[in-house]
């Protein structure tokens, strides 16, 4: 399976300002996914990323509150914009390969807004 | 590192039991499901999957069972060890009929906790 870093870990911010987590993939994808996981709650997709084309945004989730880049087939980036202590979670970039594993995820970024 | 099933259901056995955990979906057009396991700090991981035309998937000590008729799926974990404690979700998608890659949606999620 693909091997996913994520960067930061995590991070402690002040509420009013922006975070951009990063997503890089050892291998070449076409499919990238952004994920949204609330203290002790199940994950919810926020956006499909797909190399070379406008982000794909879920119900509740819209392009100025979470900007996503997807500049070439390793690397995502999702921006989370005015934050406020509500946007607290874990945020989890996941990617589609082939093979047994199909979705696979990175650690995430544990995100706290003060 | 932060637990991820502090509000979550939890299922408690002891350890070398055998443990159900069970998950009911809503979208009867899913046509593929995939059990993870969250372990404190980390990304879910891929356990089994199994899809529609299928009523049963079984890999090493995990046994899926998919009922389409009441849309629930479960996960058997045979002779279950302590590292087998975590959060389990299912999760589900139209990867086959979709027309396309979706992303996954995903259960509630129960917190598997193993007894000594």
């Known amino acids: 399976s693909a091997v996913i870093s994520q960067k930061p870990s995590r991070d402690i911010c002040q509420r009013g300002t922006s975070l951009t987590i990063q997503c890089q993939v050892d291998?070449?994808?076409?499919?990238m996914f952004w994920y949204r996981q609330q203290p002790g709650q199940s994950l919810t997709l926020i956006a499909t990323?797909?190399?070379?084309?406008?982000?794909?945004?879920e119900s509740g989730f819209v392009i100025d509150k979470f900007p996503i880049s997807r500049p070439n087939l390793t690397f995502s980036t999702l921006t989370v914009s005015n934050m406020s202590p509500e946007d607290s979670s874990i945020y989890l970039c996941?990617?589609?390969?082939?093979?047994?594993?199909?979705?696979?995820f990175g650690s995430g970024t544990r995100l706290t807004v003060v | 590192g932060e637990s991820v099933g502090l509000h979550l259901p939890t299922l408690s056995v002891q350890e070398g039991d055998n443990s159900i955990i069970n998950c009911a979906y809503s979208?009867?057009?899913?046509?593929?499901f995939i059990w993870y396991k969250q372990e404190s700090g980390k990304g879910p991981q891929f356990i089994i999957d199994?899809?529609?035309?299928?009523d049963k998937r079984q890999g090493q000590r995990v046994t899926v069972l998919l009922n389409k008729t009441v849309k629930h799926l479960s996960l058997q974990i045979a002779a279950t060890q302590p590292g087998d404690s975590a959060v389990y979700f299912c999760?589900?998608?139209?990867?086959?009929?979709?027309?396309?890659?979706?992303?996954?949606?995903f259960g509630k999620g129960t917190h598997l906790i193993i007894q000594p």
């Open positions: 996941s990617v589609l390969t082939g093979g047994i594993y199909g979705y696979t």
């Open positions: 291998s070449q994808v076409t499919m």
């Open positions: 990323a797909n190399q070379g084309s406008e982000a794909t945004y």
């Open positions: 979208n009867s057009a899913s046509d593929y």
């Open positions: 199994i899809r529609s035309n299928m």
């Open positions: 999760a589900e998608n139209t990867a086959y009929s979709g027309g396309g890659a979706d992303g996954l949606t």
